[in-house]
């Protein structure tokens, strides 16, 4: 089936090491993103990658950063992290064609990397 | 105020009740209406898609969509435990270069047997 897989399910680190969480889709959709998402609370979009294009939002901290490589992986790299960043890490993708809506679709996410700081 | 407001809930109902979730909104750019189904340690399921104002039903699920109000609601007929889960609403507007998206926080449901 296709879908989106991140791996692992369960990552912990320790407090100031580097981690990287991967994603991957057979979806062949052009549009990635990566969310955080705390408990009880919506996902929090973090950045996104119009194919090959990344698009920051104006409130993620510099301490996050994405890599894409091609088309099927995505991947969210913690340089350094803190408490305040244990937190349940989403990854979609959606197929957007030239922001005209003409073949808007909604976005399909995986099942999350939770993440625990030591 | 936030963009998107829903109620956290918990909502318990007993098994076979018809369950009503809805969201507010307050930005009327928004065109493309969703609900997810989240379970514990899973990620956003897609229940429906919408776009504009209207009724779209799948199977026990019917999802609304009011413009002039700036509300959406997601019904559920004959609930069953296993609809048990938290339900997301989540909004779309057209940006330049793209679309952005707006998630609610979430309402959790418990459906009783």
């Known amino acids: 089936d296709a879908m989106v897989i991140q791996n692992p399910r369960y990552q912990v680190t320790q407090f100031g090491k580097p981690v990287t969480l991967s994603c991957s889709q057979t979806l062949n959709h052009n549009v990635m993103y990566w969310y955080q998402q705390k408990s009880s609370q919506a996902p929090k979009l973090l950045f996104h990658y119009y194919d090959k294009d990344f698009n920051n939002e104006a409130d993620t901290p510099d301490n996050f950063q994405s890599r894409r490589p091609n088309t099927s992986f995505c991947f969210l790299d913690i340089r350094s992290p803190g408490l305040g960043d244990a937190a349940m890490y989403l990854c979609?993708?959606?197929?957007?064609?030239?922001?005209?809506?003409?073949?808007?679709?909604?976005?399909?996410f995986g099942d999350g990397t939770r993440l625990s700081i030591l | 105020q936030k963009e998107v407001e829903q109620d956290p809930g918990p909502l318990s109902v007993p098994e076979g009740a018809i369950v009503s979730l809805n969201c507010t909104y307050s930005n009327s750019a928004f065109q493309y209406f969703m609900w997810y189904r989240q379970y514990s340690r899973k990620g956003p399921e897609l229940l429906m898609y919408?776009?504009?104002?209207g009724n779209k039903e799948d199977g026990r699920f019917t999802a609304q969509v009011d413009k002039s109000s700036k509300y959406i609601s997601l019904f559920i007929r004959d609930s069953q435990p296993s609809d048990s889960a938290t339900y997301l609403c989540a909004m779309r507007s057209r940006i330049t270069g793209g679309f952005k998206t707006i998630f609610g926080a979430g309402t959790r449901l418990f459906v009783k047997a």
């Open positions: 919408t776009y504009s104002s």
């Open positions: 979609a993708t959606s197929r957007d064609q030239g922001g005209q809506g003409k073949s808007n679709q909604p976005q399909h």
